[in-house]
């Protein structure tokens, strides 16, 4: 899998050697970074540089979540950074996975109800088993893109439903899938 990993520069030295731990187990499990996130690590660097290098630095951020297949955010220190990059992230529509130390969750990310958002406590001696359940778990929740050719009648009925439902077209058809899913489930299961 194609991973995004990062965490808020302003975290302490304990967060940053959990954060290097994370990294390297992220490769030990075989994913894949699309970034370097030590590059970001300095903290003085990142709050004194110059306007182009913190636009590049936006600009890395946005890409990296685009190409990447899953976010993983370490987010023990409080972090307006790490809530956008979270924001972001769940609007494409990439699973997410918070990694937090005991007794520092992201109380804010919390309230959020989204199948796509795990939250996980950690240890340096878990994180492991850890990283293996949350991308296991995070797998099941990437959407996949396919095309399908329809009839101008089917396009119009579709368009119709999803705009009288305010959904998306791509949601309408999820949702007939599913109801379709959940219909043969039932009957394999003799449910009512």
Known sequence: MKIYFT???RGDEVIYSNS???YKKINDLNHIHVDNFFEDMNVSKVY?????????RFIDATKNIRDA???ILEVSTHSLSMGYLLKMALESGKPVILLHTQ???PA???????SKLQIWEYSPEDIKFILTDAIDAAKNEIDVRFNILLTSELYDYINQQAKNSNISKSAFIRDLINNNKNKDLAAAYKIE
Do not use: R, V
């Not at 804010?108 to 989204?114: V, W």
């Open 103 to 105: 007794n520092k969750p």
């Open 20 to 22: 290097l731990n994370i």
């Open 69 to 71: 297949e899953i976010i």
């Open 48 to 56: 004194s540089d110059n306007y182009e290098d913190k636009k590049k």
């Open 7 to 9: 965490t808020s520069a």
């Open 108 to 114: 804010f990310a919390e309230g959020i109800d989204n």
